[in-house]
């Protein structure tokens, strides 16, 4: 969407590929296998945006196997790439402002030291416009009004802290515009690009809004936030006159309200709100800044539109095709979008839609061959916690094969601050291809359900949060869904950790374990964060623990000194350039591990970070993994292709 959030978000992983490959013949009653480049590896075509002018397309599609950006005019066969990277490949992308120029974000091999360029359409020419080593630059701003300047955030000074640069498109030139004095973690800007909102980490781990009238001004306290409603709370935006604030505000109420806040007088009208969920986004007039619609997570998006004539445009929209929809593109003129629809069982599939006429054209799918195959559906599911609170998750079953009885993969989110939504999943469509269930768990500490669901997870890693995933399990089994004797556990990063505790904590539990990048030694996890996470140290140790003066818990709730008590085989990946779950913490694990005598296959991608971009990167782990969970859960395994003579 083309929203403000209040959530900085951090890279997610997109699966990526579509080439053809020999698979194994498919059991009686199971659906064809489905290959892993079709599920896994990189997409067709992904990320269609509109350019300002209207009149051209962008969009991501692969270059000898490598994600690039592409373009074609509007109504012509003119497709090209307007990129060459060779590596890694290129994700995340956006037009400039005036319709000649593209920019793009890259780090070297997951380091997460983004760097931001631009690629001229009509010639091809690159500028590396941060060309800093070590520093990771962060898109704050840009505005159709001021198509010249973006801002940006990078921590040049201060490997801690990122401050605001005003970036001069035209010269490259750079300026300073505000610098972090030492707590600031999110910035917020003007209708005029000045910046004159920020969010400060506050000493008792709560946050805090800071406003000032002008740039030149001092910043003063408007709302402070504490560590019960920080992770619940925030600004979104100001309005178009500078006056006001949009903000959302959990205080007094269990989740996150939407209000106005008057910054003259305090005063604070109330918009939109549930009692339950959190609101998820917030979609934004690009040229009024009014509100025009809010949206809600439950078991599936929901979106409340404020505003008549976008009502008539998303009654029109959801006619166009089945499942969610969301606005991924506007031109300047308001007059076409781009939409994208997503579902559960098929492709993502993307539209370009006339506001005049009220009209949608299909553009592409992101993977056509998916239609090929069977497809599994994604259902929500609920059960009680052992201490009564209302745990929601989602559930795949494998096509052909009943829903009794079955090998299961729970499969835990990372984050932990995240949460598992309703739509295509490639994991989800993998393992229930290869005849599994797999089970998503929203459990205690994630986001969307209100402050007090999120709170109830703070400082129970390897505990209360380890107990939601066991009391799915539980529930499961109960039910008659899950074989007890085959359950795996399996994530990547939080869900990493989850993996290695319930082999450590609760190895009778599970048959195997598949860890991610995922955290061994609470101690050594906090104490190797990114340097730019420091300023949210007091958070960590409010929601985590804290070294200093909970050092026993944080060892208690640590895999890495319980590796005696594993009994279950694990296959383990870990990148190696990952600034956020550093290598070492799958080393002392594994290493622990091969010294006890205890079964281990460990995989390293020493041009990975924080999970794993590269088509062959990627698909080299699924089919570890594939080989890994058939060996110890009995589900189908892709037969290799033959190697070329």
Same mark, same amino acid.
């Given at each position: 969407?083309?929203?403000?959030?209040?959530?900085?978000?951090?890279?997610?992983?997109?699966?990526?590929?579509?080439?053809?490959?020999?698979?194994?013949?498919?059991?009686?009653?199971?659906?064809?296998? &489905? !290959?892993?480049?079709?599920?896994?590896?990189?997409?067709?075509?992904?990320?269609?945006?509109?350019?300002?002018?209207?009149?051209?397309?962008?969009?991501?599609?692969?270059?000898?196997?490598?994600?690039?950006?592409?373009?074609?005019?509007?109504?012509?066969?003119?497709?090209?790439?307007?990129?060459?990277? $060779?590596?890694?490949?290129?994700?995340?992308?956006?037009?400039?402002?005036?319709?000649?120029?593209?920019?793009?974000?890259?780090?070297?091999?997951?380091?997460?030291?983004?760097?931001?360029?631009?690629?001229?359409?009509?010639?091809?020419?690159?500028?590396?416009?941060?060309?800093?080593?070590?520093?990771?630059?962060?898109?704050?701003?840009?505005?159709?009004?001021?198509?010249?300047?973006?801002?940006?955030?990078?921590n040049q000074q201060d490997p801690r802290l990122h401050d605001v640069y005003s970036l001069d498109l035209i010269s490259g030139e750079l300026t300073m515009l505000a610098r972090n004095p030492g707590n600031i973690v999110g910035w917020v800007t003007d209708f005029d690009l000045?910046?004159?909102?920020?969010?400060?980490?506050?000493?008792?781990?709560?946050?805090?809004?800071?406003?000032?009238?002008?740039?030149?001004?001092?910043?003063?306290? +408007?709302?402070?936030?504490?560590?019960?409603?920080? +992770?619940?709370? *925030? !600004?979104?935006?100001?309005?178009?006159?500078?006056?006001?604030?949009?903000?959302?505000?959990?205080?007094?109420?269990?989740? *996150?309200?939407?209000?106005?806040?008057?910054?003259?007088?305090? #005063?604070?009208?109330?918009?939109?709100?549930?009692?339950?969920?959190?609101?998820?986004?917030?979609?934004?007039?690009?040229?009024?800044?009014?509100?025009?619609?809010?949206?809600?997570?439950?078991?599936?998006?929901? /979106?409340?539109?404020?505003?008549?004539?976008?009502?008539?445009?998303?009654?029109?929209?959801?006619?166009?095709?089945?499942?969610?929809?969301? =606005?991924?593109?506007?031109?300047?003129?308001?007059?076409?979008?781009?939409?994208?629809?997503?579902?559960?069982?098929?492709? &993502?599939?993307?539209?370009?839609?006339?506001?005049?006429?009220?009209? *949608?054209?299909?553009?592409?799918?992101?993977?056509?061959?998916?239609?090929?195959?069977?497809?599994?559906?994604?259902?929500?599911?609920?059960?009680? $916690?052992?201490?009564?609170?209302?745990?929601?998750?989602?559930?795949?079953?494998?096509?052909?094969? *009943?829903?009794?009885?079955?090998?299961?993969?729970?499969?835990?989110?990372?984050?932990?601050?995240?949460?598992?939504?309703?739509?295509?999943?490639?994991?989800?469509? /993998?393992?229930?291809?290869? %005849?599994? =269930?797999?089970?998503? =768990?929203?459990?205690?500490?994630?986001?969307?359900?209100?402050?007090?669901?999120?709170?109830?997870?703070?400082?129970?890693?390897?505990?209360?949060?380890?107990?939601?995933?066991?009391?799915?399990?539980? /529930?499961?089994?109960?039910? %008659?869904?899950?074989?007890?004797?085959?359950?795996?556990?399996?994530?990547? $990063?939080? %869900?990493?950790?989850? @993996?290695?505790? %319930?082999?450590?904590?609760?190895?009778?539990?599970?048959?195997?374990?598949?860890?991610?990048?995922?955290?061994?030694?609470?101690?050594?996890?906090?104490?190797?964060?990114?340097?730019? /996470?420091?300023?949210?140290?007091?958070?960590?140790?409010?929601?985590?623990?804290?070294?200093?003066?909970?050092?026993?818990?944080? &060892?208690?709730?640590?895999?890495?000194?319980?590796?005696?008590?594993?009994?279950?085989? +694990?296959?383990?990946?870990?990148?190696?350039?990952?600034?956020?779950?550093?290598? @070492?913490?799958?080393?002392?694990?594994?290493?622990?591990?091969? #010294?006890?005598?205890?079964?281990?296959?460990?995989?390293?991608?020493?041009?990975?970070?924080?999970?794993?971009?590269?088509?062959?990167?990627?698909?080299?782990?699924?089919?570890?993994?594939?080989?890994?969970?058939?060996?110890?859960?009995?589900?189908?395994?892709?037969?290799?292709?033959?190697?070329?003579?």
């Amino acid at each position: 969407m083309l929203t403000r959030t209040r959530i900085v978000a951090a890279v997610l992983l997109v699966a990526l590929i579509a080439t053809a490959v020999l698979v194994a013949s498919c059991g009686s009653r199971q659906p064809e296998l &489905i !290959p892993r480049t079709v599920l896994l590896g990189n997409p067709e075509k992904m990320r269609a945006r509109i350019s300002p002018s209207g009149d051209m397309l962008a969009y991501i599609a692969p270059v000898d196997d490598v994600l690039n950006v592409w373009i074609r005019t509007i109504g012509e066969d003119d497709d090209h790439a307007i990129t060459a990277d $060779s590596h890694r490949g290129i994700v995340q992308y956006f037009w400039g402002q005036g319709s000649d120029e593209i920019y793009y974000l890259q780090d070297t091999d997951g380091d997460e030291n983004w760097r931001i360029y631009s690629v001229n359409i009509e010639s091809g020419d690159v500028r590396d416009l941060t060309p800093y080593d070590g520093v990771q630059a962060r898109i704050v701003d840009y505005s159709k009004h001021h198509p010249n300047t973006m801002l940006v955030a990078m921590n040049q000074q201060d490997p801690r802290l990122h401050d605001v640069y005003s970036l001069d498109l035209i010269s490259g030139e750079l300026t300073m515009l505000a610098r972090n004095p030492g707590n600031i973690v999110g910035w917020v800007t003007d209708f005029d690009l000045k910046v004159r909102g920020a969010v400060a980490m506050t000493a008792d781990g709560g946050t805090e809004l800071l406003v000032r009238p002008d740039e030149d001004s001092t910043w003063e306290s +408007m709302i402070h936030w504490g560590t019960e409603d920080n +992770m619940t709370s *925030g !600004p979104l935006s100001f309005t178009k006159d500078g006056g006001s604030m949009y903000i959302i505000d959990s205080r007094d109420v269990n989740a *996150g309200q939407l209000y106005l806040y008057d910054l003259a007088t305090g #005063e604070k009208e109330h918009i939109a709100g549930d009692e339950q969920y959190d609101i998820e986004d917030v979609m934004f007039n690009p040229d009024t800044w009014e509100i025009e619609g809010i949206a809600y997570m439950r078991e599936r998006t929901e /979106w409340i539109i404020m505003d008549d004539v976008v009502q008539q445009d998303f009654d029109a929209i959801a006619t166009l095709d089945e499942g969610e929809f969301g =606005v991924y593109g506007r031109d300047h003129a308001d007059d076409t979008w781009i939409v994208a629809f997503s579902k559960d069982d098929g492709p &993502i599939i993307y539209y370009i839609y006339d506001r005049e006429t009220d009209t *949608g054209e299909f553009l592409f799918k992101h993977r056509t061959d998916l239609d090929d195959y069977t497809l599994a559906p994604m259902e929500p599911v609920e059960f009680e $916690s052992r201490d009564g609170l209302t745990i929601h998750g989602y559930i795949t079953y494998p096509p052909g094969l *009943g829903r009794t009885n079955l090998p299961m993969v729970l499969n835990v989110h990372g984050g932990p601050w995240a949460r598992d939504q309703w739509g295509y999943n490639p994991e989800a469509q /993998w393992m229930a291809n290869r %005849g599994y =269930v797999c089970l998503q =768990v929203n459990f205690r500490g994630s986001t969307g359900y209100g402050k007090e669901f999120i709170n109830a997870g703070n400082k129970e890693w390897g505990a209360a949060m380890h107990d939601d995933l066991l009391d799915a399990v539980d /529930w499961a089994v109960e039910e %008659g869904i899950a074989d007890p004797e085959r359950v795996a556990i399996y994530g990547a $990063s939080y %869900g990493g950790y989850a @993996a290695l505790v %319930g082999a450590t904590f609760t190895p009778d539990v599970f048959c195997c374990a598949v860890p991610m990048m995922g955290p061994s030694n609470l101690l050594t996890f906090i104490e190797t964060i990114p340097p730019y /996470w420091a300023p949210m140290i007091e958070m960590m140790y409010l929601r985590v623990g804290n070294p200093m003066t909970e050092r026993d818990m944080l &060892i208690e709730r640590s895999p890495l000194f319980k590796v005696d008590q594993i009994t279950i085989p +694990m296959l383990v990946a870990q990148g190696a350039n990952d600034p956020r779950v550093v290598q @070492a913490e799958s080393d002392q694990v594994v290493a622990a591990m091969e #010294e006890n005598g205890i079964e281990v296959e460990y995989i390293v991608f020493e041009d990975e970070g924080h999970g794993f971009a590269r088509p062959e990167n990627r698909l080299r782990f699924y089919a570890a993994a594939e080989q890994f969970l058939s060996k110890h859960l009995g589900g189908r395994v892709e037969a290799e292709a033959p190697a070329s003579e």
